[in-house]
């Protein structure tokens, strides 16, 4: 008992006589609570702009480019949405009992007020022929009206830059032509006139060059017969062969033959001549874009698979065939209407999802590598509402033109459809911009990517900023 009194003594003695002991554990606790306190608050700030990001209510500018602050600016919308329009009874009749019309189906049914809304009539048309304060404005939803005083016929297309003749040229598909049903439930549709070109040295002011790819009016057996179907038209210049090369999405009424088509120029306006048709690796090709990258290289991305996935393949070195390389990406996905860009080397794509004529939620993806892999990083639109937000502003994208000038700003080009006319669809620009954080984690993770966001801002009247064309002449 004595020896294990000392020894208590002892230790006793050595805890009192070293204090720093006591001050080293309070600073290992400060420490800790003060690290904690940092991080609650950066989740916070997180947890607060991702809740902004989401409601497309941050007002944070990620340009840092004094002429592009108005264009990141956050517009709402606060339009009221009529009654829903009343169904014919002797229809209902006819068809049965139906659950009550959804939105997006009376806004796709061209006699009611709500169709009306987002689709302004001739008198709010724009263009150079009108002259007045709206000179040099966009307006996304209204009539684009050309040179002529027509209105642009170019959907589902895409914008080539020429440094030979200093122009912009936008290619896509002209439906002026009355639309049917081929069968009664059968998607709508317009007989194949061509593609139009149009050109112009300020984006805004379009002359129409003609149809530089006409459809063929007699031989049934030809890929462009009147009875079939051409889309998503898209143009790139060959450095090494001198030649202007234009795919698209070759198809027939049914939407069975699913193909890719190439044609060629030598010329930026035409005439085109067709090459022939083909699947991909012997893959179905349906929504589809080109993209040619900074060496030189171009990549053909489609949907594949009744439209479940993705694929991607190089294009030979005259731009004219695939390699034998591919990558599926985006599987199970079901996504379409890709728009792929790029910006400080990292490589971004735009898609809708799969829904006939109606206008759906976009999604945007980013990549280090062009041929994957590929991740999701969320919705890319901002401002409107809720409703324009789910729907892509009401439109589905096309295409998407980098402006140099203004570094990590794009125009998203997209289509508004009418499917009841057409002839009718809309065009919806936007400007684009690519910085901050991603607003939704990584598919099957909890982690959020480290790319940038991608950002669609919503405004019913934009224009460029100053310098957008620089890098372009």
């Known amino acids: 008992m004595e020896i294990s009194k000392g020894r ?3 230790r006793n003695k050595q805890r009192k006589s070293s204090p720093l002991n006591f001050h080293a554990g309070c600073q290992s606790s400060l420490s800790f609570i003060l690290w904690s306190l940092v991080g609650f608050g950066l989740i916070a700030c997180f947890l607060t ?11 944070i500018y990620f340009s840092h480019l004094p002429g592009t602050r108005e264009l990141e600016e956050v517009e709402e919308e606060h339009f009221r949405l009529p009654p829903p329009h009343k169904v014919n009874p002797r229809a209902v009749k006819r068809r049965g009992p139906r659950k009550h019309p959804k939105i997006i189906d009376d806004y796709l049914d061209e006699s009611s007020a709500l169709h009306a809304l987002f689709f302004p009539d001739q008198r709010t048309s724009v263009g150079p022929t009108k002259g007045g304060n709206d000179s040099m404005y966009f307006y996304p939803g209204r009539v684009w009206l050309d040179t002529d005083g ?3 016929q170019a959907h589902g297309g895409g914008i080539m830059y020429d440094h030979k003749t200093a122009k912009f040229y936008w290619y896509g598909e002209n439906k002026d032509g009355p639309t049917y049903q081929t069968r009664a439930k059968g998607t709508q549709r317009v007989d194949i006139i061509g593609i139009s070109c149009y050109s112009s040295k300020d984006l805004w002011s379009w002359t129409h060059e003609g149809i530089v790819l006409p459809g063929e009016p007699t031989n049934v057996t030809h ?18 062969t001198g030649k202007y090369v234009m795919w698209m999405h070759i198809d027939d009424a049914n939407y069975t033959k699913a193909s890719a088509g190439v044609a060629v120029s030598n010329s930026p ?25 900074d060496d030189g290289t171009a990549y053909l991305f489609y949907s594949s698979r009744d439209n479940t996935e993705l694929h991607i393949s190089p294009l030979t070195k005259d731009y004219l065939h695939i390699t034998a390389a591919m990558k599926r990406i985006l599987i199970r996905r079901h996504r379409e209407a890709p728009a792929v860009f790029k910006f400080q ?17 976009a999604l945007a993806h980013a990549a280090d590598s062009i041929m994957g892999p590929w991740e999701t990083l969320g919705n890319p639109c901002v401002g409107g509402n809720s409703f324009f937000r789910l729907t892509t502003f009401l439109s589905q994208s096309t ?5 140099p000038g203004l570094p990590g700003t794009f125009i998203f080009m997209a289509d508004r459809w009418n499917p009841s006319n057409l002839r009718d669809s809309r065009y919806v620009w936007l400007p684009l911009f690519i910085g901050g954080l991603a607003d939704e984690p990584l598919d099957y993770s909890f982690g959020f990517p480290l790319w940038s966001r991608v950002s669609i801002y919503w405004h019913r009247k934009w224009r460029l900023p100053e310098g957008w064309s620089q890098g372009y002449s």
């Open 8 to 10: 208590m003594k002892m």
């Open 49 to 59: 702009f991702k809740h902004q990001a989401d409601s497309g209510q941050t007002r």
């Open 150 to 152: 027509n209105a642009i």
């Open 223 to 240: 890929d462009l017969h009147k009875s079939k179907v051409l889309e998503r038209p898209k143009v790139i210049y060959n450095d090494q």
């Open 269 to 293: 306006t035409g005439p085109f001549t067709y090459i022939y048709s083909f699947r991909p690796h012997g893959f179905e090709s349906r929504d589809m874009t080109i993209f040619k990258d």
């Open 345 to 361: 080397g990292t490589y971004y794509m735009i898609t809708s999802g799969c829904s006939g004529w109606a206008p759906n939620r």
């Open 399 to 403: 295409f998407v033109l980098p402006l």
